[in-house]
């Protein structure tokens, strides 16, 4: 079965801090991929970053950044130097590689980000 | 300009009304996807399809119909028999192979009294 959970339903800080929304998965596919969207105030979901499973490097775009560990089974996303624009909701998906289940993404349940002027 | 289109943005309908939400895109995507999101609650996959004139069901179809007669459209009816209709849904298109990200329309909210 495949399963997303983000244990934080939401987070606060001020803005400059930095800010890690963390996302584990369980899936039994050896070839799988990992996404990460942002859900701002408007509604309509941004697609940020794809990670397939044979990839564990760690990518860094501008103040964005993202952490997988297979190890731990999670892909975890860091916003440095947060900015007031980064208030959303984000979502952390799975999207199997095989069987029935091909193509279908797993959302987890998002966490809500507030950052503070 | 490429993308995908919902219309409306706003749908307000009576109970025991069936309503259509409009999903079109062009990408050139073969699979589509409808989802719904209810307050501080993640995406369920309603229905999706991976190509024309086929659509599988997902994870709460039940009181829901689609069609895909054309590659660009995959419009949703949400019919009389859905039991708590009033939502956002937000359908999605992606590209033939697996590892293809989704991406989004701007989403209906619907609301029914």
């Known amino acids: 079965a495949q399963k997303v959970t983000q244990a934080q339903t939401e987070i606060s800080v001020v803005e400059k801090e930095d800010v890690t929304l963390d996302c584990v998965y369980e899936?039994?596919?050896?070839?799988?991929?990992l996404f990460w969207y942002k859900q701002p105030p408007s509604g309509e979901l941004v697609f940020l970053i794809r990670r397939n499973s044979f990839d564990e490097q760690n990518e860094i775009s501008g103040r964005y950044s993202w952490n997988f560990q297979k190890s731990t089974s999670s892909f975890n996303f860091t916003i440095t130097a947060s900015q007031v624009v980064d208030s959303a909701v984000y979502f952390c998906?799975?999207?199997?590689?095989?069987?029935?289940?091909?193509?279908?993404?797993?959302f987890g349940r998002g966490t809500q980000l507030t950052v503070w002027p | 300009d490429g993308g995908i289109t919902q219309s409306p943005k706003y749908l307000f309908r009576k109970e025991g009304q069936n309503v259509t939400l409009s999903c079109e895109q062009n990408l050139n995507h073969d699979a589509m996807y409808w989802y719904r999101q209810d307050p501080g609650q993640g995406l369920r996959l309603i229905y999706y399809s991976q190509i024309v004139n086929d659509f599988q069901k997902g994870d709460i179809a039940e009181g829901y119909s689609v069609s895909r007669e054309k590659k660009e459209s995959f419009p949703l009816t949400v019919t009389s028999a859905q039991k708590n209709p009033t939502a956002f849904y937000l359908c999605?298109?992606?590209?033939?192979?697996?590892?293809?990200?989704?991406?989004f329309g701007p989403g209906t909210r619907l609301t029914v009294t």
């Open positions: 998906a799975l999207k199997s590689d095989r069987g029935s289940t091909l193509g279908r993404l797993y």
């Open positions: 899936t039994r596919d050896t070839t799988y991929y």
């Open positions: 999605a298109s992606s590209g033939p192979e697996s590892s293809y990200e989704q991406y």
